[in-house]
């Protein structure tokens, strides 16, 4: 099982990233997947999900309207748009995914079962 996630780098405040996590080992369609991101010194915190369907969607209040999650089941890889970044979201990004049976999000850390090596985005101002 692999979960690859890429396309972190330093960005300036106000522009976009798109961060791509393409998955192998698992079958992609039964997977919820989410997005989470650890600064330093602090918790990792939920940014993002997607059900296995791609029908429902959640966001943390802090990306809400900048961020959009979506997925692509024919390439087994889920991405996050990020826009108009701001200093704050700076963080180590990673993704993860667990086996649902059915449409649904998760929020929770602990609820994955699968976790990327994470991708490093830096915003400056």
């Known amino acids: 099982v692999q979960l690859v996630e890429s396309g972190g780098r330093l960005v300036q405040a106000g522009g976009s990233l798109r961060l791509p996590c393409a998955v192998s080992g698992l079958t992609f369609n039964d997977l919820t997947m989410g997005w989470f991101r650890q600064a330093p010194g602090k918790e990792r915190e939920f940014v993002a999900a997607?059900?296995?369907?791609?029908?429902?969607?959640q966001y943390a209040d802090s990306v809400k309207g900048r961020f959009t999650i979506s997925r692509d089941n024919a390439k087994n890889t889920v991405y996050l748009q990020m826009n108009s970044l701001k200093v704050d979201d700076t963080a180590v990004y990673y993704c993860a995914a667990v086996s649902v049976p059915y449409n649904a999000v998760k929020v929770r850390a602990q609820e994955y079962a699968y976790w990327g090596q994470g991708t490093q985005v830096t915003v400056s101002s």
């Open positions: 997607i059900s296995r369907g791609g029908i429902i969607r």
